[in-house]
Each structure stands twice: as structure tokens, then as C-alpha cells.
């Protein structure tokens, strides 16, 4: 009887790669409009199809999408963006602790809000900010703050008796600061320690030497933390345990290795990976190459093709998948050969709309075995008629465990 041998497995998702038919492109999507030969590759050597990643015609954020795409059912265990953001600096809770997405912000005396992002306050003095704030106790709950990118923290509440459900300090415009109130009677401890936390923060901040020195420089003082957006830490099974994978993330935006981090996978720290436009994908690739010699799981995101997406630029969203096509050639020639590798977005991001739609978006799954569809192209819509069919976003990672001979019987 011939062994079954396990392959690896490599996810490559190129965030907001998907798109609709742009006028200007004489109707054609950008992806169909990019040169893509690695892309084009793995279409004519795997199989294509859609994937609706949460639900067709629901537009994904990159945080549920995500966790489809790692074979969570994300609407039973999206717990809210904070805690996540909050695992992407570094903060991993447990299950009890409250996590807040913050900004650092400018509040005049009687807590009017004059400048929501504190000027664009970003780090070192961020950081010099938060750590002024760490080690804070109020009614038995531990509050730890941690700086995140630009003018944003995050707040994590350790402590009995916790709850996500009360309302933003956040007023989201330029108004007087909100009161934290509970949402749920058992709510009432956590909007109290939210207040004081508040209140001692802005105590601490106003008097802080990085606010001296920018009260002499002319600029708005970060003289406040408000927070928003409470979550509790989902209660997921890990990832390796779930699978019985080894895996790790390469990614550099925050929230996705805040996802990873969430669900116990190893998150690699880049050098060059910056989640944005000058990303470097060389350095990207080599890290995926190198860690699927150790690694049985690796999933790589590329922030890049979802920024001109939001922006409305087509000619940069063909020129970023473009090179995202470089990388994925690189990674053809390094990562071993019978590696199972899936490519697909995240979610559509049209170019037209600016934000993320609720299209299917394309899917090429290749493994050497692999029965080959005949399509001998990648884009949206040779995947609709592609081998896979239309499939939902929980369900491709079954479909690769498969592929790499990790999947169990059902039945005799
Ligand atoms: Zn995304
Ligand atoms: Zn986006």
C-alpha cells in the first residue's frame, strides 16, 4: 500500500485583490488587466474557483476573513476588532479580559474633544505615552495600555467580573468626551473602570514631559486615551491542536497578526514587511521559504493591493498585484515542491467602490497531484469556471488539509 505522504501547505492571500469590471479597462477587472504569468502558472497547473469568504454577498472585513480563510466560522467566534488590534501590538488576553481600540487625542479642560489623533502623534512619543500608563489597578482590574500604529493604543482590562458590553468614551467627532456607560447590568464594574481609567489617564498624560515639550512646540498635546470598540478575547481551539499543524504568519499589518496571534499561530517579525506600499515582498518570500522548512503551515498576507483599492487607483492596483506576481514566481522557484498552495483576496476591494464589496473573490488551489481544469488564467472570471466551484471561506482550508493528505475519514 503506497504511504500517504503530508505536504505542507501554503496560503498566499493578496488582500482586496479582487475587484468588479472598470470602464476605463475597456471592462475588464485590474487583476485581468495585470500581467501575472507566476498567477496565470498556477491556474493552468491547479484548479480555480470563487469563494464567498463569509457569505455571498457579505463584504468581509480583513479580521473575519481571516479567520474563514484559517477555518474559523467567523460569526461564531468574531468577538470585535479590539481585541484582536490589541494581539497585533502584542497584547494576547485570555478569556475574561476586555480589550478597546484607543486614540490618543486632545481634550481641552472641560473634556471637549479639539484634535481626535492628537496632531498625528505617532511613535517614539507614543510609546514614551503609553508606558507612563502601565501598571495602572482600579477595583481589582489590571489596565495595560500599549501604543499601535499612528495616533492609536490599544487597552487591555484584566480583572473579575469583566464585560464588553458598554458604550464608546470615543465621542468620534469633535465633541465632548462620552461618559463610558453599560450597556447590561452586568456591565456596571467595567464602565466604572473604564471612567477612572479615563480620568487617571488624562491626569498622568497632561503632565507628561512629551506633552511639555509639545505644548513648546506648537503642537497638540495627547493629553487623553478613548477608548472604543470593547471585545472579549474569543475562546478558540488553537490552531495546531485544531489541525494538528506547526504554523506561522507572515504579514505586516497588525491586524493580521493579531488574528494569528489570537488563534496561537506563530506570527515572523520582518524586516521590511511594513503592511503598506513599500512593502518589501522579496524579504516576505524568503521568510515564507524559510519558515515552510520548519513549518507545515504558513500563511502570508500582502497588505499592498488593498490600499490603492480604497483609494480608487487602478493603475496602482495593477502595478501592486504586478509585482505581488513577482513574488509569488519567487516563491514557486524556492518553497518545496509539493507544497499544497492556495492563492486568493480576502475580499473584493472594487476600485470603483473604495471599500470592500460582498463579491466572491478568485481562488487557484494547486498541489502536484492536482487535477488540472484547463483554465489558463487567473482572475475572476476564469475562476468562476474553474474545478472548485464556489466554495465558502471556512471551507478551503479542509479542501488544502486534503490536498496534503492531513484529512481524516468520515465514515468506514
Ligand atoms: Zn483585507
Ligand atoms: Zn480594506
Redesign the pocket.
Same mark, same amino acid.
Given at each position: 500500500m503506497p504511504m500517504r505522504r503530508q505536504r505542507k501547505i501554503l496560503i498566499v492571500v493578496v $488582500?482586496?485583490m479582487g475587484d468588479r469590471s472598470v470602464k476605463e479597462l475597456g471592462w475588464r477587472t485590474p487583476l485581468q488587466s495585470a500581467k501575472r504569468p507566476n498567477m496565470n502558472w498556477y491556474a493552468e497547473n491547479g484548479a480555480s474557483g470563487l469563494v464567498d469568504v463569509i457569505a455571498p454577498g457579505v463584504p468581509p472585513g #480583513?479580521d473575519t476573513s481571516h479567520l474563514a480563510i484559517l477555518g474559523y466560522g467567523p460569526r461564531e467566534v468574531y468577538t470585535g476588532r479590539g481585541p484582536f488590534e490589541a494581539a497585533g501590538v502584542g497584547l494576547v488576553g485570555k478569556k475574561g479580559d476586555v480589550a478597546f481600540r484607543c486614540n490618543f487625542a486632545t481634550v481641552d479642560s472641560e473634556g471637549n474633544v479639539l484634535d481626535r489623533r492628537a496632531g498625528r502623534i505617532k511613535q517614539p512619543e507614543t510609546t514614551e505615552l503609553a508606558a507612563s500608563l502601565v501598571g495602572m489597578r482600579i477595583e481589582g482590574v489590571e489596565a495595560v495600555v500599549k501604543e499601535a500604529t499612528e495616533h492609536r493604543a490599544v487597552l487591555l482590562l484584566r480583572g473579575p467580573g469583566l464585560s464588553p458590553l458598554v458604550s464608546d468614551v470615543d465621542p468620534h467627532d469633535l465633541s465632548p468626551i462620552r461618559t463610558c456607560e453599560p450597556l447590561a447590568q452586568e456591565a456596571r464594574k467595567t464602565a466604572r473602570v473604564v471612567n477612572a481609567f479615563v480620568q487617571k489617564s488624562y491626569e498622568r498624560l497632561r503632565v507628561h514631559p512629551v506633552n511639555a515639550r509639545r505644548r513648546g512646540e506648537g503642537k497638540p498635546e495627547a493629553n487623553i486615551l478613548l477608548p472604543r470598540g470593547a471585545g472579549v478575547f474569543p475562546d478558540l481551539a488553537e490552531f495546531s491542536s485544531r489541525y494538528g499543524l506547526a504554523g506561522a504568519c507572515v504579514a505586516g499589518v497588525s491586524l493580521i497578526k493579531g488574528i494569528c496571534r489570537v488563534c496561537g499561530i506563530e506570527v515572523a517579525e520582518v524586516p521590511g514587511a511594513t503592511g503598506g506600499l513599500d512593502t518589501d515582498m522579496r524579504a516576505k518570500a524568503e521568510a515564507v521559504s524559510s519558515l515552510l522548512e520548519s513549518k507545515e503551515f504558513v500563511l502570508l498576507n500582502v497588505k499592498a493591493t $488593498?490600499i490603492p #483599492? /480604497?483609494d480608487g487607483d487602478f493603475k496602482k492596483k495593477i502595478e501592486i498585484i504586478e509585482k505581488v506576481d513577482g513574488m509569488i514566481g519567487q516563491l514557486r522557484t524556492t518553497i518545496p515542491a509539493d507544497t499544497v498552495v492556495a492563492i486568493l483576496a480576502d /475580499?473584493c476591494?472594487p476600485v470603483e467602490v473604495g471599500? /470592500?464589496s460582498g463579491d466572491p473573490v478568485p481562488l487557484v488551489v494547486y498541489s502536484e497531484d492536482g487535477v488540472r481544469d484547463g483554465l489558463s488564467s487567473f482572475d475572476e472570471s476564469s475562476a468562476s469556471r474553474g474545478g472548485l466551484g464556489r466554495i465558502l471561506g471556512k471551507d478551503l482550508l479542509p479542501i488544502l488539509l486534503d490536498r496534503a493528505n492531513r484529512s481524516e475519514k468520515f465514515g468506514a
Open positions: $488582500d482586496g #480583513s $488593498d #483599492s /480604497h /475580499h476591494t471599500e /470592500h
